[in-house]
Nanobody
């Protein structure tokens, strides 16, 4: 049984910041990639950022320069620091983990609302 527990979402004004966290626990071995996706109302889920075990990162163009992904592999935890938030960043943010054997796990999602 593998669990991904997300935290840090909420309501923030435009221009504000939030930090999301996701901790993986359970029978999970050799995480290769950790990342964040988001899904806005009426839209498909999209990649926000990913980080490999070797700390290579990749970001969606829409968040480059504003969001920073980091990880602590010893704790099986991934973070997403979000700054200069815009209303279009409003979405449910999902943690994603790709482990050995191409096993994929998803968190339950944490909502982020950017509004004045």
């Amino acid at each position: 049984q593998v669990q991904l527990v997300e935290s840090g979402g909420g309501l923030v004004q435009p221009g504000g910041s939030l930090r999301l966290s996701c901790a993986a626990s359970g029978s999970i071995f050799s995480i290769n990639i950790m990342g964040w996706y988001r899904q806005a109302p009426g839209k498909q889920r999209e990649l926000v950022a990913i980080i490999t075990r070797g700390t290579t990162t990749n970001y969606a163009d829409s968040v480059k320069g504003r969001f920073t992904i980091s990880s602590d592999h010893a704790k099986n935890t991934v973070y997403l620091q979000m700054t200069s938030l815009k209303p279009e960043d409003t979405a449910v943010y999902y943690c994603n983990v790709v482990a050995s054997g191409a096993r994929i796990y998803w968190g339950q999602g944490t909502p982020v609302t950017v509004s004045s």
